[in-house]
């Protein structure tokens, strides 16, 4: 499921906590591109979000556009963040999936009102730092979300891959620096091996080889991580396998696309979870 890097520390053997959650957290999850054309086929960290409901932990999908820019997304991030109605002391954990992590940071550096509402920020598989295949855009992506069943997206603004260079994201973290935010912030990355990779990324993960063969098929390892965040660590499997159930949703279209789908996203999702909670307990402490 992890990565063992080089240097990485041994675990500390101190106790996790496994019973209901300690703190009034809500799970906020920003989807990433294409998220609205796929929403017929897939729910983003669907078998997750059931899992973590269980325990105690609701969840709320932020509506994005997904072939929007990321100053159009973040505009209705903060736009549904200031909505949503909380319980009494009840604060939100935002998860950006994708180029939905460049899209949250947008939106808490544009609008620091939502601020108070969030009680941590966690990019999982983001393109923090863009990805060099925004350069060139792959036919595929545009093709599959526009072909999707159940889609019901259309153009936005357009700019998805426009924000999604490196350069127009190296430029965004630059002016505004996420350590500047005043929010615990936490990375999850993740990339896998070529035989490892679902069939229909392939292609995509064999150009990011070209370059670094530590990638996911969207984004290169060292992109994901958000500057001054908890690395959490490196997930061993694909970019849809993070974040998309479609061998659960979807099991005979994933028997032929998306055949290294298969993920522990319940527990990776938990885990998450329980080190945010531990962290914000300490910090309170």
Known sequence: MLHRLGGEAQPSGRPVGRGAPRLPLRLAIVPGY???????????????????AAIGWPSVEIPIEGLSSSTRNAEL????????????????????????????LEALARYPEVR???????????TVAGSPLADDPPRLLPWLARSAPGSECDEGDGGAFESLRRSARLAALASNPPTS????LFSLGAFTARQDTSSVLVPMHD???AMDPRNDSQTLFTDQLIPGSVLLGYLNADHWAVGLPLDQARPLLAAIFTDRNAFPRPAMLEAVMRIVEETLLERAR
Not at 88 to 95: M, T
Not at 181 to 184: E, Y
């Open 116 to 126: 108070s509402r969030v009680a941590a920020a966690v990019s999982l598989a983001g």
């Open 77 to 104: 991030i903060r736009d549904r963040l200031l909505a949503e109605p909380l319980a009494r002391g009840e604060r939100l954990v935002l998860i950006g999936y994708s180029k939905g992590a460049a899209d949250m």
């Open 207 to 209: 150009r990011l080889s």
């Open 34 to 52: 294409g998220a609205d054309c796929f929403a017929g086929l897939v729910t983003i960290l669907g078998d997750a979000r059931v899992h973590l």
């Open 181 to 184: 935010l005043g929010l615990p």
